[in-house]
């Protein structure tokens, strides 16, 4: 599972997406949620602040990442190699919304099954941790508009934007 753009609440706009350097001897997939330490990409899990969601992935030059960085193809996942040089198209949009399955199941926290509560994302960044779901008031690392109606999504899939972002601090 990962976090998947829906659409931007801005009518005039679609998502922000900016380049940063990965960091090195880590594997990123696209529609994980990423945050920046030390000037570059790490995963984004737990609570705090952080940069956005990845869209994409490119080289130093610009050019398209054909390889998983480990002698195969792409399909969606790199691995870093020990002298990173690739980057990654992050979405840094508040406004961009995506739909990401929670990582159990939807109700049991402080209703995280409905809209308006604050949730982190879980270990990995690739799905949403249900057990970290706060009430309106608090704070959390994404703000849910309730549960994704799309019966193409998981049952237990949320529609969510960043709330708490390194970058629209």
Do not use: H
């Not at 959390?140 to 529609?159: M, W």
């Amino acid at each position: 599972m990962a976090f998947v753009f829906k659409k931007s609440r801005n009518p005039n706009a679609g998502r922000e997406l900016i380049a940063f350097t990965l960091t090195s001897v880590e594997t990123f997939t696209v529609g994980q949620s990423v945050k920046l330490t030390s000037g570059k990409l790490t995963s984004w899990a737990g609570t705090g602040v952080g940069c956005g969601i990845i869209a994409g992935f490119v080289k130093a030059n610009g050019a398209p990442v054909t390889d998983n960085g480990d002698d195969g193809d792409f399909t969606g996942s790199y691995l870093t190699p020990a002298a990173n040089t690739v980057k990654a198209l992050v979405d840094v949009s508040l406004k961009s919304v995506y739909s990401c399955a929670a990582d159990a199941t939807l109700g049991t926290t402080n209703d995280s099954d409905y809209a308006g509560i604050n949730i982190d994302a879980a270990t990995g960044g690739l799905t949403l941790d249900e057990s970290s779901a706060e009430v309106v008031g608090t704070t959390g690392a994404f703000v849910s508009f309730g549960e994704d109606p799309d019966s193409s999504a998981p049952s237990n899939s949320l529609l969510v934007s960043i709330q708490e972002s390194q970058i629209k601090i």
